[in-house]
Structures are given as C-alpha cells and as structure tokens.
C-alpha cells in the first residue's frame, strides 16, 4: 500500500463561501487528492478543510491552497475569535497510513521551504518538523497574532524559518508542521461569560493557570510564577463567545486522544462547569474524528448505565451523539464526519449495503457471485447475530441486575464475529472476481504468460483464505452460542439454537469453497495443511451444534 498523509489546513475565511470553495477548487485541482471535508466557522471566520493523498500530491495540493488563500483573502480586514496570523493560518500534516511521523515531517520541510522562497511569504515550522524545540509550540509561535507579528517578526528569535522576515500585511504568516492525529472540539455552556467559559477552560487544560493570591502572581523561589496545571493531559483549551449561537464555549485541542478521549475532556468539562454553577449543553466536532473516538465514547457512556456495549457500530455512534450533545448546534452526519468512512471504498461493501430482497435477487440472478463462499458468510453473520441478540437480552433482563457485565462481553464479542462475517461477505465475491481478473489477463508472450499464471495463483490462494477465515469465524462464535443456551434468557434459547444451525452450516459452506478452490492452487503443501485444519473445524463444529441442540431441546422439554 502507498503511503497516505493526511493536511489539515486551517483559512481564515469561514463566512465568503465563494472565496473558500475557490481555494478547495485549487486542492481538488491536485492528481490523486481527495478531499474529504470542509467545516467553515462564521464566529471564528475560519475554514477547517482536510483532505488526503499520497505525499507528494498532499504537498502540491496545500501549495496551491496556500497561494489561493493568499489571493483571496487580506488579513488586515480580518475579525474573528479563533487565535490567527494568517490567511493560511496553519497547515499540518499528519501520517496516516504506511508512512513515519519522520517521513511526514520531511514533507512538511519541503511543503514549507516552496511557500516561503515561491510565494515569497513568512513561514514557520512547527512540532515535528522544527528542529529547534524551543520554538515548535504553535501557541507560542502565534502568540501576538496577527496584529503582533509586525514587530515580532523582526526579533532575531523570531526570524521565520522560510521567506522573508518582512511581515506581509495581506497574507500575514503561515505555520507548516507534522504532527499525530488532533481532534479540535467545542463544548457548549449555558453562558454567555467569555470570562466563565475560560475559568473552566484553564481548570482542565493541560497548562492550567498561574497561582494568583490575593489578585497577585505568585512566584517560586527562582522568583518565576507558580503554575497549577489543570486536570487533563494532552488537552490545549480556551474560553470564547460564539455570536453566532449565543453561547460561550470551551473550544478544545485534544492532542493526544490515546490519553485523554473526546468523552474523558466532555465529562471532565462538565464536572468543572457544574462546581461553577454552569451547565453543559452540547459539544460540537471541528472538522473529522477517528471512528475509534465515537466508539469509545459510546461504549463509555452505556457503561455508566450499566447497559451492554455489545451493540452495532451505528448504536454506538447514537449513543456517543446523543450522549455528548454533538447534534446541538447542527446534525452531525457520521458518513460525513468519521474519517474511515470518508476513506472507504463503497465497493468493498457493495452486496452487504443492499436490501435483504436486492441481495437475494443478485444471488438468484445468473451471474456466478454473490455464490456459496458469501452466503456461508452471510449464514454465519446471521448465526451469531441471534447469539449476540441473546447475550444483549439476558444483560438487560429484568432480576439479572448483577450478571449484567457478564452478558455484555459476550454481546461485544459477538459484535466482532457478526462484523468480521459481514465484511467476508463481499471479500468471498471480490476474491472470485479476482480468479476472474487473472484469467482475462494477456497470454501472447512467455513473460505475458507468467505474469498471467502468477495472478491466477495469488486470486486462487486468496480465494481459498478467505472461506477459511469464514470457518475459523463461524466456529468461533459457537462459544458464545453454547453460553448462551446453557446460560442466556431461557425464553430466547431456540433463539441460540438457530444460531448454532447457522453458524454449524456456514462452516461446512466455507469449507466445500475451500475444497474446490484448493484444486486450483498449484503449492500443495499449503493445500494439505489447509485441508487437514479445516476438516478438523468442520469436525469439530458439528460436534458442538450436536451439544448446543441436546441442551436446546432439553429445556424446550417437548
């Protein structure tokens, strides 16, 4: 797989729609980009686009954005709340796939190094791509902002790294680094206190507040100031005044969310505002946020509850809106804000996106997939859905209060198996129309002729693994039926019962694929460990249905 990099620039335009879908005309203009969202702010007069690419379209398409924004927009007639100091007022770039936070930093060099001596602009790095750590704090790099930078761009210390040190009225400053993945966040309060709103913000920030006594700074024996950090690490946060909605909010940088997750800093925030006499009203995404993040959160909060977190991906996704009052100020549209859903191919899951009526009618037509290899998969999704379905009732039963964790494990196990089935689905058709592929290839010449016969190999090995994973999977979701029989609801024991029939048959399914296809595959040594290994599942799942039916029946009692 190439390597991916993500840019997050940030324009001080969030209102001239016209002006910012010209500079995101320029991104797309770039070959092999993809832009995957835009969230202008009018209070903050400022535009979040991210878009992603392999690095070198990333670099040309923020060059071009850089110049657009340098076109189209003058600073000296900017207002906004947002800190700033530049029509491109920072443009990150972050490693997203098969590529070094090092590597990335590399980019940001070059990225910076062309703005600066082509466009002639002022140009600071920033985090991982400044060599010099005493000035690779962005706060501290835009501290004085626009209005400032004037007289501190003339400071020897303050020199930029990039373009003149002459600070351009219209264009202002950019600042071009790498850093890991931030999610920018805004809490809402029931306020209209600036000064409120920031009195919460220096309580949870990282950097807290200076020690006041008395209306007095108070200084340590070094004779600098006493500082008493707040109570969430790798979180940045101020407090402003949102005209727009009429509310105050604390507007947050989470940069690191492995330490502190978007539901730690929104209960967090809630906890100091509630000491104050201040109540949480919602909170609002800038921008994109990992699907991790939401599902974290939504299994947090159900938690709390103490309900089952074994549920879909999509009820977690609710719970997590609903929960944190993401849909406050607007809907938020999951395909439209998760990153990985804005990343992914549409037609890797084509046959599980249809109807159940659609999908049974692709697999009665003549064409040869969806075939036997999917629905075995689809069977064995459908198995252990009745098992999770049973794991999630038996949490929730009415007496059963204290076994309500118990059953919640096993639900959130069963989710993984019912996901991983699902996306077999289309990977069992994608890997036949990969035989396919290879056989269509061009025979004329012996090199045309290896080429050929070595594509075969790889679809045919490919199109034997992927029935195994749907054995291996199917059979282990069988563990959980069995405890669900044994131990579920005893009203939803049939429900399991079913579960373990499918589960049992799409394991012998798979395995007919398995067999048939391993007839194609030329290294047989593979071939017989393949074979020896899943006539052993087989095996040994039909013995497991044989014990989950005999307990079925017994407490069906007729």
């Known amino acids: 797989m190439q390597p991916i990099i993500e840019c997050v620039p940030n324009f001080s335009e969030g209102r001239d729609m016209n002006i910012i879908k010209q500079i995101t005309d320029e991104i797309e203009s770039a070959e092999g980009i993809r832009l995957l969202n835009v969230d202008p702010g009018k209070a903050t007069n400022r535009t979040v686009v991210t878009f992603v690419g392999a690095p070198k379209a990333v670099v040309e398409a923020a060059f071009r954005a850089i110049k657009k924004a340098g076109e189209l927009i003058d600073m000296s007639k900017h207002k906004g709340e947002h800190p700033r100091m530049g029509a491109t007022d920072v443009c990150p770039l972050i490693p997203i796939a098969n590529i070094s936070m090092e590597e990335t930093a590399k980019y940001a060099q070059q990225l910076a190094k062309r703005a600066g001596e082509e466009l002639k602009l002022p140009v600071y790095l920033y985090e991982s791509a400044q060599p010099d750590k005493s000035r690779d704090n962005l706060s501290v790099i835009r501290a004085g902002e626009y209005e400032g930078f004037f007289k501190k761009i003339k400071q020897p210390g303050w020199k930029p790294d990039f373009g003149p040190a002459e600070f351009d009225a219209k264009r202002g400053a950019t600042v071009i680094g790498a850093r890991d993945f931030l999610v920018a966040y805004n809490i809402n309060l029931n306020t209209t206190s600036t000064r409120r709103a920031n009195a919460i913000a220096f309580d949870v920030r990282e950097a807290g507040r200076v020690k006041k006594e008395n209306g007095k700074v108070v200084n340590d024996a070094n004779g600098k100031p006493v500082n008493i950090p707040g109570s969430l690490k790798s979180v940045k946060a101020i407090g402003w005044y949102i005209e727009e909605y009429g509310i105050a909010q604390i507007s947050m940088n989470l940069t690191n969310i492995n330490v502190t997750p978007v539901h730690i800093a929104f209960d967090e925030v809630c906890k100091k505002a509630e000491a104050r006499g201040i109540r949480v009203t919602g909170s609002e995404l800038v921008g994109l946020v990992p699907l991790k993040s939401l599902l974290d959160a939504g299994k947090y909060f159900l938690k709390k509850q103490q309900r089952s977190t074994g549920v879909s991906e999509k009820e977690l996704i609710k719970i997590a809106v609903k929960s944190m009052g993401l849909d406050e100020l607007g809907p938020f549209k999951p395909g439209e804000r998760i990153i990985e859903y804005l990343l992914k191919n549409k037609a890797d899951s084509k046959l599980v996106r249809m109807s159940l009526t659609d999908f049974a009618d692709e697999t009665a037509s003549e064409s040869p997939a969806p075939g036997g290899g999917s629905i075995a998969a689809y069977i064995g999704s459908l198995g252990i859905s009745l098992g999770t379905m049973v794991a999630n009732l038996s949490s929730h039963k009415k007496g059963w209060d204290e076994r309500w964790q118990e059953f919640s494990d096993w639900a959130e196990k069963g989710q993984q198996y019912k996901d991983e089935l699902l996306r077999l689905v289309d990977m069992d058709t994608n890997a036949f129309n990969q035989i396919m592929t290879a056989f269509g290839l061009p025979k004329s010449t012996e090199e045309e002729k290896a080429i050929r016969t070595k594509a075969i190999q790889d679809a045919t090995k490919f199109a034997i693994e992927i029935p195994f994973r749907v054995m291996q999977a199917s059979y282990a979701s069988m563990e ?79």
């Open 480 to 558: 959980i039926i069995k405890a669900m029989v044994e131990t579920g609801n005893p009203n939803s024991v049939t429900d399991a019962g079913v579960g373990a029939l499918c589960a049992r048959s799409a394991v012998m399914g798979a395995f007919m694929n398995v067999r048939i296809n391993a007839t194609g595959y030329d290294d047989k040594k593979f071939v017989a460990d393949v074979l020896t290994r899943g006539k052993e599942i087989q095996n040994n799942a039909m013995a497991l249905e044989t014990e989950i039916l005999k307990v079925v029946n017994e407490k069906i009692g007729m």
